[in-house]
């Protein structure tokens, strides 16, 4: 029961710092004014609801990592503020720059930049304030890890797992997404829907350079969960549903927002659409990746 409880006040307080940190990254590089004037009132949730929810996601994925972690200190620090940092800002924000003509409000400015930097700061506070939380600063032993990462082996699973996140991408935007009539005209997309194939090749006429970005945005996911799967503690099976839910729902979470930059509709098929084929993604490269340590 102590266990349990500890647990619980562990993830209550991540969730909180969560919140915290957010505050403190938009009062530093608060949105200018002609953003926060198109704010909806609500989007997928109200703000008070969707503050909690992404509050809870963050602190059960973080919070899992650290205590499942045989770093400690500022290595436990750099290992949780690259996975928070990487897959929840820096490979969403990359996105949007890719298709910032959908963005009418960020064009002609640095915001996308200020986006990043307000990511870059939450994910340095929470990272920092998980660490204190699970004990990571203190003087405890922590557990040894379970698996390691080879490099030569690393290389050759990603080229080929980068292939399978190109795929996954262009089946779940098609057949998630991509149904939206909403998100098609968001896009600039056809009102009627074009068959797979057809669509795809009017993308990617459009933009021939799609493959070779989605690949390597495939293998910068892989970059993400390096130091994750390096420190785990814990069993395989255990690693392949964190990073799961790691790839899956933290770049997904601030979907729940209300979103000046996307209506709500549009962020709904976004959410089943990124959620399900990166926490796919994210559960193969845990079971393909890392090496099992001899016991």
Known sequence: ?????TVFLQGFGAAIGFIVSLMIANAVSPLPQFITEKTPATGLFSLPVAMLFSG???AVILVWAARRSSFKGFAMTGQLFVLS???QTFQTQIETGYFLSAFPLLHGN???YRLILRGFITSAIFAALVTLIVGGFGKAI????SFTVNADRAVKQSSWLAVIYFVLYMLFGYYVAW?????????????QLNSFVNQWLITL?????????????????ILCLIPLFKGFSGKRVELVLLSALALGLLPTAQLAFPNPLMPAGVSYYHFWEVSIST????????????IQKAE
């Open 1 to 5: 029961m102590k266990k349990y409880l």
């Open 56 to 58: 809870i996601v963050n």
């Open 85 to 87: 940092f990487g897959v």
């Open 110 to 112: 640095f915001e996308v």
């Open 142 to 145: 922590r557990p040894a890890a």
């Open 179 to 191: 149904q939206s009539q909403e998100l098609r005209l968001f896009y600039g997309g056809p009102a």
């Open 205 to 221: 006429m459009g933009k021939p350079e799609l493959p070779v970005f989605q690949y390597f945005r495939g293998v910068i996911w």
């Open 279 to 290: 926490g796919i993604f994210g559960a193969l490269c845990a079971w393909f990746i890392p």
